[in-house]
């Protein structure tokens, strides 16, 4: 593709030759036609070096000669550039119908839709228009699935649950889980049945091989535009707000209650019943056994606000030494009492 | 359906108008037309601000009109709701083989089995009377599956596991992986081949997306009534008791030997080797390193006594001043000590 | 098999009756009719005390009677006799491919390659000789597999991902997914569309259920010979060198770039574009949050060199009992102050 071409699909003045692009670079490796983008000035020498056919760059830096464009916010001209040349194509050109797919009679399937080979659809399903349903996925009975969502291979979404518009879930995860509810009595370990549902609002984004538990009795709720990364586990009843985004392997206890826009870094995990507050930043690794009831930092298993976290890692490393000093101390003034 | 016949069905008296009734409420929501538990006084206010359209209470309480049921352990009747209004019907109304699942003919299937559409069950797979298996699961080569179990879409039981009777697995979990073993060699890595089993006992639930190794040589044990919540690992060699409650992200590395009721919270981890008494309790996120020899409530990496690790927890907030008052009792007595 | 055979087989002499062995046995369980390997002297006792038929033994042990072959590495000849006696056969006798596959008619399978019931090989798929599909794998569009290597049932290879020859991937693992990548901006959180691919080299393992990222522009790499073992995550752009060895749970951030022969275990997390040198060894729940330069053995969150957290581990349970005393000193130094 030409640069010019490029230029003119993302509505922004190219500066040189007229060169061919063939991809998107990236600054670890070699960019033998590729165009790269540089985020600021400190990684332009590294971008040159790279030999780039052309550059994205913020205003007022000087690319030595190579092409360019030059745009306010280059991170969002490269993810533009990403989508010209994405190669996956999630979608195909023309939605079909696999001819090895079981889709009951019973299903409402709208216009626009893939469904790929080996996918299960059982009765009073609905699939809105645009959708694509990738290889073995199984859609289980009365399920909902919006307008525009993709399912990528393998992704179970259990009875009843519903997903939003323009989603995306990533293969392997489970939508729909039963809750992890038993009642212990007399040494009997009795299932309480999980008979509700999950609800995943639009533009919601699940990684691979996750897990959504379905509620007791009401549902368990993703808010819009939240993104999860893979092997996230939300068990039953949680609700989670807006544009949250929660990294790999993190894992959100019963009935948390999630705000907007909060972020949970990966491995961290909260206690039931716990509330967030809207914003709040939970650092990797961190343990969150209470409420949060407004936005900070938080890091460590039991978490703590990040600054005084870090002041005590820092301090832990005098710890042993400590031990001695005071133990010396205390021979000291007990010799000095011996003294008097 | 009439509160009369709920009553009726529970074998309770209940009290007040025969009203209808369409479903089990829940606290977190509006109960129009629902009926609530409560399950102590602490909740009563909470619960009529609901406006249910009929309550389930421990004796004693005032529901001011709500028509009730009295019971002496409300939460039990609540298990029995939900499975009287359960709208899932884990099992089929009627049994059945989906024309397209892929059965071998050397395959036993007992009546009354219900196998889904997408199901793969190769040969030598001895399936027992009622259970159900949900669409494409996978079923290796001479495994079994007990009577009642439910194996939910995407369960995969790899060759010669055992799955006892009345179990269930849900989606996307993988019984009998292969167990990481390897054994270096003059810088080469070798694998150990796995060729030992999964057994699974009665009654044991499983979540989804878990991984159960099977063993070297012998078998990973699964005792009965033991529940694992989604993502749990068990590792090769692992033997697990009875009536176990394993929590979401759990890590059960090699060998490990967990006795009866023991307690494991989320995302906690055992070292390989580890023995684990009867009746032990771990919180969330902790790491143990060696045998626990008697039940007690253990907490963080390395677990300690809850108690001692609460007493370290809260003087940490503290050590980062005390360094400071230490060198300060330092100067002190040094200053003192050059005075004399 | 008689012994005679095994000897014969392993090419290593035998010394006592010629039995019959049925199997290989385990320490930890009964061992008729078993063949049993005891790695070093420690064991012999216990090993003798399972009576099994015959022993596996270092030079100069005693086996009291039971007929034994002597080698220079017992755990390297158990190994041998556990691929003699697998009976899992994971390659089966003869390869076929299905009537319940759908294969594309441009796809690209070698001789010799299984592919079993289920499986969905779209177009543009390469699979080299004597590889082994199981069921209900998926392997998307111009994804390529090498020769010799070996997929479980429910693997999903995203497209144009490649696997090298001689790889075990594990059930319910995904190669391939996006990785996550946002671009928060104005209050909306744009996805990265994530264009790269996933590389696997030879001789690679993946447990179960794990999740290996396809790089945003270029690729995310494992290197030859490395094993990762259940539930792991692998995040974008990732460089993993060879023979490194990657436990249960871990977690490994974007652009993270491992060495050779680097250790990870259970549930160790790396912080995003973290550097590891080359033989490093990261224990279990460890934080990694910054390069590490230079081999060494690390252990906790924030990690530390093992040797400083063991200290300081030890150290803590004299912490609280260490704010009493400083408190005794400076009141007794106080004290001794208002005394002058």
Redesign the interface.
């Known amino acids: 593709m030409k640069l010019s071409r490029i230029s003119q699909l993302l509505n922004e003045q190219y500066h040189g030759e007229d060169i061919d692009i063939e991809?998107?670079?990236?600054l670890?490796?070699d960019c033998k036609k590729a165009i790269l983008y540089v985020e600021n000035s400190k990684y332009l020498e590294k971008a040159k070096a790279r030999k780039p056919a052309a550059l994205v760059i913020p205003p007022g830096l000087n690319t030595g000669g190579i092409p360019f464009i030059e745009v306010e916010?280059p991170?969002?001209v490269?993810?533009k550039l990403?989508?010209i040349?994405?190669?996956?194509r999630n979608k195909p050109d023309k939605a079909y119908i696999?001819k090895?797919v079981?889709i009951s009679t019973e299903a409402d399937v709208k216009p626009d839709v893939t469904v790929?080979?080996?996918a299960?659809i059982?009765k009073g399903v609905r699939i809105g228009a645009g959708s694509v349903i990738?290889?073995?996925c199984?859609l289980?009975k009365d399920c909902s699935i919006g307008t525009g969502t993709i399912l990528?291979?393998?992704v179970?979404i259990?009875?009843?649950c519903t997903v939003g518009n323009d989603c995306?879930i990533?293969?392997?995860?489970?939508v729909g889980?039963?809750g992890?509810g038993?009642?212990e009595?007399e040494?009997?370990?009795?299932?309480?049945?999980q008979?509700?549902i999950v609800e995943i609002a639009d533009r919601v984004?699940i990684?691979?091989?996750?897990?959504v538990?379905r509620?007791?009795?009401?549902k368990t709720v993703i808010g819009s535009?939240t993104?999860l990364?893979?092997?996230v586990?939300i068990?039953h009843?949680v609700r989670i707000g807006e544009?949250c985004?929660i990294?790999?392997?993190a894992?959100i206890?019963g009935?948390v209650n999630i705000g907007n826009h909060v972020i949970i870094l990966?491995?961290a995990?909260i206690?039931d019943h716990v509330s967030i507050a809207d914003n709040t930043i939970i650092l990797?690794?961190s343990?969150i056994p209470s409420d949060v009831k407004k936005a900070e930092v938080l890091f460590?298993?039991?978490a703590?606000p990040i600054k005084?976290h870090h002041?005590?890692?820092?301090?832990?490393?005098?710890?042993?030494d400590?031990?001695k000093?005071?133990k010396d101390?205390?021979s000291?003034?007990e010799g000095?009492t011996d003294k008097y």
Do not use: W
């Not at 990684?207 to 897990?211: D, I, P, R, T, W």
């Open positions: 991809r998107v670079g990236s670890e490796a916010d991170k969002l490269f993810i990403l989508e040349f994405n190669p996956s696999d090895d079981k790929m080979a080996g299960v059982m990738y290889p073995n199984v289980e990528y291979s393998g179970i259990r009875e009843r995306i990533h293969s392997g995860t489970v889980s039963d992890y038993f009642y009595k040494g009997k370990i009795i299932k309480i049945p008979i509700g984004e990684g691979a091989n996750c897990a538990d509620a007791t009795v009401d535009d993104k990364d893979n092997m586990h068990a009843n544009r985004l990294a790999a392997q894992g206890s009935s990966g491995q995990g206690a990797a690794q343990g460590g298993t039991i703590r005084e002041r005590i890692h820092a301090a832990l490393k005098y710890l042993p400590l031990l000093r005071v101390l205390e000291k003034l000095r």
